[in-house]
């Protein structure tokens, strides 16, 4: 099976990479760096907005699997960005050039935005999709146009909506880095009061879902997620117990989000029950891994010598 991997150097496309290698797949990732270390891969150095190179790349490789997760991603402005919009056009020239050279299944990344953030409880086949940001309509657009154009093009075809992930290589700013990277530089954590709660799902978890989705027979939508929410604050207080550091976490020193729901929690019965996928880490084993790998990363950076 001969698999092309786009954001493969990305926070959830290099994990995907060792679970790839570990199933066997001849793997060619798309990325603008590749990544050093034992992952036996082909690297294409290409930049999916820069007009004319998907159809030689699927021409070059003609991948039989296709796992999409590249998109923009900066924090914050992406909810917003005009970029969303260049990447639906990507997304569906990517899929009609994977069909056009012989590609049989496809996999790509959707969010939990593409929901209507009015419930507690998201599922597939009963929340309804009316996302109130750019880049959730922009995801939801995508996924109906492609699913169509999919049936049509005779291909099989899968949407990954994913939930809220953490684990080593995620954009600092994002909480768990932010609240760890903190405590270890001997700062304190500054959060809002954290009594939203969220679906946390520890990355390497969600790789593996991933993957295993590209080697299902599933069509349609399916929610990444563990299933499971925990507030903000409980999860902050988790890495600061794990550090013995608790007590310097900042509880109401950023204001409590605007218009998002108290709770947001997959419902991952189609993951779990067609797909076959169940986690290997709980949250307090993820989290685990996640904070010494931040610890670890701090550590060494701290210890390199300043520039004089």
Not at 9 to 37: D, K, W
Not at 185 to 199: E, I, L, N
Request: aromatic share 10%; proline share 7%.
């Amino acid at each position: 099976m001969r698999i092309l991997i786009t954001g493969a150097a990305g926070f959830i496309g290099r994990h995907c990479m060792h679970v790839l290698r570990e199933h066997g797949y001849e793997i060619h990732a798309l990325g603008r760096t590749p990544l050093s270390g034992d992952i036996p891969a082909t690297w294409h150095a290409v930049d999916l907005s820069t007009p004319g190179v998907i159809v030689p790349l699927m021409a070059d490789v003609r991948p039989t699997h296709l796992l999409h997760l590249a998109w923009y991603t900066a924090p914050k402005a992406y909810w917003t960005a005009p970029e969303n919009l260049q990447w639906v056009a990507i997304s569906l020239e990517l899929l009609r050039a994977f069909a056009s050279h012989g590609g049989k299944r496809t996999v790509m990344a959707g969010s939990c935005a593409e929901y209507e953030w009015a419930y507690s409880d998201y599922s597939e086949l009963d929340t309804p999709c009316r996302p109130s940001t750019l880049y959730g309509m922009c995801k939801h657009g995508l996924n109906t146009i492609a699913r169509f154009y999919a049936a049509q093009a005779g291909l099989s075809y899968a949407w990954a909506r994913i939930f809220f992930l953490y684990g080593p290589y995620e954009n600092p700013a994002r909480l768990v880095p932010a609240v760890t990277r903190a405590l270890v530089s001997g700062a304190r954590a500054r959060s809002s009061p954290g009594t939203q709660a969220r679906d946390f799902l520890y990355v390497e978890d969600a790789a593996r879902a991933l993957v295993q989705l590209v080697e299902s027979d599933v069509q349609g939508p399916v929610n990444i997620g563990s299933g499971q929410a925990i507030p903000i604050r409980e999860l902050a207080s988790r890495i600061g117990d794990m550090l013995g550091l608790a007590d310097r976490i900042d509880f109401g020193a950023l204001p409590p989000p605007v218009g998002e729901p108290s709770v947001i929690r997959a419902d991952n019965r189609r993951l779990v029950k067609e797909v076959g996928w169940h986690p290997r880490y709980d949250l307090d084993g993820g989290l685990g891994r996640t904070v010494e790998w931040w610890r670890h990363r701090e550590q060494e950076r701290s210890s390199e010598p300043s520039a004089s």
